[in-house]
């Protein structure tokens, strides 16, 4: 499922990721490609993607040390979105990982986005159960991994 952002959802997402990353502590995550901002805003795209789908209210608190390890409360259940940046318009580029001491969550939401393209792709999703079956060391710590193809759809 493919949701584009409006010019105005990107600048919304550019503020808030900047005043996120301002009020940060520390981080976790190191990339030598992306800027922490950066990394928030990619976040953001996949959260307000699924916002939009759902008509759930986009999470806009600023937090010092991170959020609770999920994103919303959809059907009373917790839904944590990972996106990851890539190409939205190419199907199954990325498989979901989550670090094994993340889940907080009971469904995990795969989202594709770029910076430079206003689509965003919804991948998929997963239950906290399938994605813990499987896992994976890349090279910077253990993940489960949930392959793109065995994601369930969203309509």
Not at 46 to 53: H, I, M, N, Q, Y
Not at 66 to 77: P, T
Request: glycine content about 10%; aromatic content about 10%; proline content about 3%.
């Amino acid at each position: 499922m493919f949701i584009e952002l409006s010019k105005p959802d990107l600048a919304k997402i550019k503020e808030l990721a900047t005043l996120r990353h301002g009020n940060k502590k520390g981080s976790k995550r190191f990339t030598a490609r992306y800027s922490e901002i950066e990394i928030g805003e990619i976040g953001l795209m996949g959260e307000l993607a699924f916002s939009k789908r759902t008509g759930l209210q986009l999470d806009t608190e600023i937090y010092k040390g991170g959020d609770a390890g999920y994103d919303f409360i959809y059907n009373n259940k917790r839904w944590e979105i990972k996106t990851r940046k890539g190409d939205p318009l190419i199907l199954n580029q990325f498989d979901l990982l989550v670090g094994v001491n993340e889940p907080a969550a009971d469904y995990y939401v795969l989202a594709i986005a770029s910076i430079n393209n206003p689509m965003v792709q919804l991948v998929g999703y997963c239950s906290r159960s399938q994605l813990i079956q499987s896992t994976i060391n890349l090279g910077y710590g253990e993940r489960y991994i949930v392959r793109a193809k065995d994601l369930k759809r969203i309509n």
